[in-house]
Structures are given as structure tokens and as C-alpha cells.
T-cell receptor, first 112, second 115 residues
Framework: AQSVTQLDSQVPVFEEAPVELRCNYSSSVSVYLFWYVQYPNQGLQLLLKYLSGSTLVKSINGFEAEFNKSQTSFHLRKPSVHISDTAEYFCAVSVRAQKLVFGQGTRLTINP | NAGVMQNPRHLVRRRGQEARLRCSPMKGHSHVYWYRQLPEEGLKFMVYLQKENIIDESGMPKERFSAEFPKEGPSILRIQQVVRGDSAAYFC?????????????FGEGSRLTVL
């Protein structure tokens, strides 16, 4: 079975500071990896994904994540955050079909 | 350009009553997934359905919970004889199929409160 651990339940940062949201997974087989974002009172939206190929994947709004197979990690980073990045971020893995296993979520709070 | 539509957004029930949550997938999507989010926890997979078929219900509680996705109309998640522990946010997601792993489109959720 697969599992996902998001090591920080809350991450407060100042605007324009860098941020890293940590995600580790456990699986005995190869996985696909995802980050979803949930803005207040909204559903989840796909932020970025790793399926194969380059281990560094990027989103259109400046986030990036790097798949590290040896450390079984898929940490999410942004070099400079904005107030609008305030949201909850979920790391997820999938082995087959579309069944996603989610982490507990990390609440990112941006302070001015 | 409707996304995944869930209703009701908020539902209050007393213990022992029934809760019905509805989900209309995005246009052109024939796969529906239900997830439950308990307070301070991540999303837990419940069930995966295609039109008129349950594909994977490994996350569904054995009793009181059922799901369907009829040929016509929305997918329904039904909880009979609700208990306080059923209070949670229930999210529906849809996809076209299995060609793009993990690319699910989520609704805004239905928040069930059991008194």
C-alpha cells in the first residue's frame, strides 16, 4: 500500500520569502506524484505532477517540485511567495488508474 | 463552462437520518470519485465509479454507505442512519478516463454536519 506524509501541518512565511513544503511517500512500486492546492472554500486544483522524465516539474505560477527517488520525496518549492498563494497544499501519489492517496495537507499562510 | 458540481454545499442532519450528496461531473467526463475529508485529516478515497458501474469501493465503510452513478443524472453518495462521526467534507472528482494518471477535477465539496 502507498502512503504520503506531509511533515508540516502549517507553514507561515512572509511575503516574498522562499518556501518549501515537504512531502515524503512510501511505496513498493513506481508511483506518479502530484501536488494539489485548495484555496479557501474551493475544491482542489491540480498544481503540478510528475509522471516520468525530468525529475523537476514546474507550475505556471512559479511553484516547482523535484522527484527524489532515493529519498522518496517530492518537496514543493517557490522562491518568492505572494499573498495569493495562501491555501492548503496536498501531496498525493497514484499507482494505478486514478486512485489518489493524499497526505494530510499543509496550510501555507503568507504574512505581509 | 461548469466544473464539477456538488450539492448541497452544506447539509445538516440529526443522528439516524439519511444524507444524500450529489455530484455532476464535468462535461465529457464519465469517471467519478468520492473522497472524504475529516477535520484535520487529508482526503481519504472512498469509491470510484463509471457510468452504472462501481469500479473500486475499497475505501467505503462496510455499512450505511452506498454510491451510484446512473446512466442518467448525477452520482449519489448516500449515508444511511448518520452518526456524529460522519461529519466531514465530502469531495467529488471526475475525469475523462485513465489515460492521464491522477488528473482529477474536484468539486467544491459538500460539508455534512451531524447533530
Amino acid at each position: 500500500a502507498q502512503s504520503v506524509t506531509q511533515l508540516d501541518s502549517q507553514v507561515p512565511v512572509f511575503e516574498e520569502a522562499p518556501v518549501e513544503l515537504r512531502c515524503n511517500y512510501s511505496s513498493s512500486v513506481s508511483v506518479y506524484l502530484f501536488w494539489y492546492v485548495q484555496y479557501p472554500n474551493q475544491g482542489l486544483q491540480l498544481l503540478l505532477k510528475y509522471l516520468s522524465g525530468s525529475t523537476l516539474v514546474k507550475s505556471i505560477n512559479g511553484f516547482e517540485a523535484e522527484f527524489n527517488k532515493s529519498q522518496t520525496s517530492f518537496h514543493l518549492r517557490k522562491p518568492s511567495v505572494h499573498i495569493s498563494d495562501t491555501a492548503e497544499y496536498f501531496c498525493a501519489v497514484s499507482v494505478r488508474a486514478q486512485k489518489l492517496v493524499f497526505g494530510q495537507g499543509t496550510r501555507l499562510t503568507i504574512n505581509p | 463552462n461548469a466544473g464539477v458540481m456538488q450539492n448541497p454545499r452544506h447539509l445538516v442532519r440529526r443522528r439516524g437520518q439519511e444524507a444524500r450528496l450529489r455530484c455532476s461531473p464535468m462535461k465529457g467526463h464519465s469517471h467519478v470519485y468520492w473522497y472524504r475529508q475529516l477535520p484535520e485529516e487529508g482526503l481519504k478515497f472512498m469509491v470510484y465509479l463509471q457510468k452504472e458501474n462501481i469500479i473500486d469501493e475499497s475505501g467505503m465503510p462496510k455499512e450505511r454507505f452506498s454510491a451510484e452513478f446512473p446512466k442518467e443524472g448525477p452520482s449519489i453518495l448516500r449515508i444511511q442512519q448518520v452518526v456524529r462521526g460522519d461529519s466531514a467534507a465530502y469531495f467529488c472528482a471526475s475525469s475523462r478516463g485513465t489515460t492521464t494518471p491522477g488528473e482529477l477535477f474536484f468539486g467544491e465539496g459538500s460539508r455534512l454536519t451531524v447533530l
